[in-house]
């Protein structure tokens, strides 16, 4: 992970790379502007959902590297991929470097307004 601004001026989004459902889940994560006036143009959308168990994992591809995501996880994006499109969303367990503390906590004050500022939020598993 690249660090993120201290000063909450950006955010990392993912983006789920178009596929069939039965092809492996590919990523790509990067870092984007993160203010009202930025995200009044910024399409995302902001997932929800349940971890499950960390220690159960399937690999994902994200930036073309493996990404232990958990089951639940992959199989969420695994419906969320779409087949035709390409889908620009946040999810908390990729888009927060989740070994660091100190960005974990940043991120999480800003979480009400990433939920805010997204046109739809999402929930799943």
Not at 10 to 17: A, D, F, G, K, P
Not at 36 to 63: C, H, M, Q, R
Not at 90 to 104: G, L, T
């Amino acid at each position: 992970y690249e660090p993120l601004p201290s000063d909450g001026s950006q955010i990392r989004l993912v983006t789920i790379i178009s596929a069939k459902k039965e092809e492996e889940i590919e990523c790509v994560i990067a870092h984007f502007p993160f203010t009202k006036e930025a995200v009044d143009n910024l399409k995302y959308e902001a997932f929800s959902y349940v971890w499950g168990d960390a220690t159960v994992t399937a690999p994902i591809k994200l930036n073309g590297q493996t990404f232990h995501a958990t089951k639940n996880l992959e199989a969420a994006l695994r419906i969320l991929r779409l087949q035709n499109e390409e889908r620009l969303i946040w999810i908390d367990a990729i888009c927060i470097n989740q070994s660091s503390i100190e960005e974990r906590n940043q991120e999480v004050r800003h979480m009400d307004q990433i939920y805010q500022y997204a046109v739809r939020a999402v929930s799943g598993l």
